[in-house]
Nanobody
Framework: QVQLAESGGGLVQPGGSLRLSCVASGSITIYAMGWYRQAPGKQRELVATITTGGRTNYADSMKGRFTISRDNAKNTVYLQMNSLEPEDTAVYYC?????????WGQGTQVTVSS
């Protein structure tokens, strides 16, 4: 089992940037990692994933604006978010997945507003 802790959220103006971090309690080498988000009144949705080999996948609306990366030595996954829009306002969750096992962090709030 792995515990995940997200950080880096906050209030940012439209067009701004934020970098989210997700630190795991142990090695993430064997896990596919991902970021998801949930806006008020909406279902949780995929933001981006990264495989153990570093292959990335993004939701269409995030392509070109968000970048997911992982540092296995630091047990950490990052989400660099640029050109933020009010529609990006949500709680962002980190996920670690292997086979049928899936672990979630508590989430970090991102608010994009002027």
């Amino acid at each position: 089992q792995v515990q995940l802790a997200e950080s880096g959220g906050g209030l940012v103006q439209p067009g701004g940037s934020l970098r989210l971090s997700c630190v795991a309690s142990g090695s993430i080498t064997i896990y596919a990692m991902g970021w998801y988000r949930q806006a008020p009144g909406k279902q949780r949705e995929l933001v981006a994933t990264i495989t153990t080999g570093g292959r990335t996948n993004y939701a269409d609306s995030m392509k070109g604006r968000f970048t997911i990366s992982r540092d296995n030595a630091k047990n950490t996954v990052y989400l660099q978010m640029n050109s933020l829009e009010p529609e990006d306002t949500a709680v962002y969750y980190c996920n670690a997945k292997i086979a049928v096992l899936s672990y979630w962090g508590q989430g970090t709030q991102v608010t994009v507003s002027s």
